[in-house]
């Protein structure tokens, strides 16, 4: 009998810390990227991520607009980590924030965002546009919602969205990430983890403009490497200080400081990467035309603006009634 409960208890012990702790894949040597898809089969999948973004292969979008739900809240207890292969940040109280619309079906719950960097700030970032890399870039996870949780959704091709974000150098500091790097110098260790001091709000650490960025379909960064990522790379990055990025590159691995922690880029094989512009850049533009500007044009411009991609009744019965009005106006 004691034979068995000690039995059980060591094998408790020596999964638990593999399975939660995940030190079996690195960035370097033997288990680096080359060598994650001897364990992980997925990880030599044909839709895998990071890729790099051919500018001029994109094709042009205009899809429904996002809406960030709880964005702009002031999240308490919000929980900083280090799990000794980035930093994870956390939202215990619900609800979280949540997204839909852009190239999404249904709605998207905040699981956790984490970041990628490199030893300098020549590269760092996973995504490339164009072939540049980007210093560090955030990657905002959330799963969908009919599966319930973040284990569950890995098991659909269309369980998660990462919305992603660029960084680029500034000479002055980004005061809503003070917080941040403050709660890093509390964790440099591996397997630690702090509260937040202050309250936290998503879009105070987000770029000003979340209308254009890319989609495309790909997978997890990281083993498992599962292909079920649907990608939005927001194309303005968010600008902050060399020292606030400097302030990553302190947090420690098991095997010491984490310098880089991000994934070469894959082949893009036969996808194809979209890339939204503005719905309502088009519409404004109508409404600002002169010639077009009558009264009853104006209610007509508007709803097409807010409807654009969601469905094409709208714009045909809209179209109609602009038809009918212009007829009466003769
Ligand atoms: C950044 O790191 C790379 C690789 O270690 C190195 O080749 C490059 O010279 C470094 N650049 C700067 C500006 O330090
Ligand atoms: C982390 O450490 C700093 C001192 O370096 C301290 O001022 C701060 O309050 C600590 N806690 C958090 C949650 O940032
Ligand atoms: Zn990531």
Redesign the pocket.
């Known amino acids: 009998m004691r034979l068995i409960i000690s039995s059980i208890f060591a094998l408790a012990f020596f999964q638990v810390p593999e399975l939660t702790r995940g030190e079996d894949f690195g960035y370097d040597g033997v288990i680096g990227p080359q060598h994650w898809g001897e364990r992980y089969r997925e990880c030599t999948g044909k839709h895998q991520s990071p890729i790099n973004i051919n500018v001029l292969r994109v094709k042009q979008v205009t899809l429904p607009e996002i809406v960030f739900i709880g964005f702009d809240d002031s999240i308490d207890g919000v929980h900083?980590t280090n799990n000794g292969h980035t930093v994870l940040i956390e939202v215990e109280n619900e609800p979280h924030p949540r997204v839909r619309g852009g190239p999404l079906d249904g709605d998207y719950v905040f699981s956790q965002m984490h970041f990628h960097w490199g030893d300098n700030d020549t590269f760092g970032s996973e995504d490339k546009i164009n072939h540049r890399s980007f210093p560090m870039e955030l990657h905002m996870v959330f799963y969908k919602e009919e599966y319930r949780s973040t284990s569950e959704a890995v098991k659909h091709p269309d369980g998660l969205t990462v919305l992603a974000f660029f960084y680029e150098l500034d000479r002055h500091e980004h005061p809503a990430y003070d917080?941040i790097t403050?709660?890093l110098?509390?964790v440099t260790e591996p397997y630690t983890s702090?509260?937040?001091?202050h309250p936290f709000s998503f879009l105070n650490i987000l770029p000003y403009d979340l209308r254009r960025y890319f989609t495309y379909r790909g997978s997890l960064t990281t083993p498992p490497c599962s292909e079920v990522v649907i990608w939005l790379d927001f194309e303005q990055p968010v600008r902050l200080a060399h020292d606030q990025i400097e302030a990553f590159r302190e947090l420690k691995s098991a095997h010491g400081k984490i310098t880089h922690n991000f994934r070469p880029i894959q082949p893009i094989g036969d996808r194809v990467v979209f890339y939204n512009i503005d719905s309502n850049y088009f519409s404004y533009n109508e409404i600002d035309d002169p010639e077009e500007q009558t009264t009853t044009s104006r209610p007509y411009r508007r709803r097409k603006g807010h409807n654009s991609g969601h469905s094409n009744q709208w714009s045909l019965l809209c179209c109609l009634s602009a038809l009918l009005a212009i007829i009466c106006c003769l």
Do not use: Q
Request: charged share 10%; no cysteine.
């Open positions: 900083v917080d403050l709660a110098s509390n702090v509260i937040m001091s």
